[in-house]
């Protein structure tokens, strides 16, 4: 059975920074692409970034492109996202996820699994 368990979320000024991770369990970690998805209080689950198994790929929404940083560590079967100039408006809970197999894509429908979620808010 896949888990994925997020942490490192938290509370944080605006222009602030913080790394979240997520430890996966169960597959093999290094043949999947892996992604965070948020959700913001009483709005839709949005993509935020994705990474593809070996590393080498990377896709990231608009609106944290420049701030955020994905990467993954397939010795540890970890992946991280690294936010800096965090904003108020990216406060919303953080899921990690595992891509459908052989799927590189934005949508909700594109992943299996899914972590439980790490708050993170920001103040202004």
């Known amino acids: 059975q896949v888990q994925l368990v997020e942490s490192g979320g938290g509370l944080v000024q605006a222009g602030g920074s913080l790394r979240l991770s997520c430890a996966a369990s169960?597959?093999?970690?290094?043949?999947?692409?892996m992604g965070w998805v948020r959700q913001a209080p009483g709005k839709e689950r949005e993509f935020v970034a994705l990474i593809s198994g070996s590393g080498r790929s990377t896709d990231y929404a608009d609106s944290v492109k420049g701030r955020f940083t994905i990467s993954r560590d397939n010795a540890k079967n970890t992946v991280y996202l690294q936010m800096n100039s965090l904003k108020p408006e990216d406060t919303a809970v953080y899921y990690c996820?595992?891509?459908?197999?052989?799927?590189w894509g934005r949508g909700i429908a594109d992943y299996d699994y899914w972590g439980q979620g790490t708050q993170v808010t920001v103040s202004s």
């Open positions: 169960g597959g093999t970690f290094r043949a999947y692409h």
């Open positions: 996820t595992r891509s459908r197999p052989g799927g």
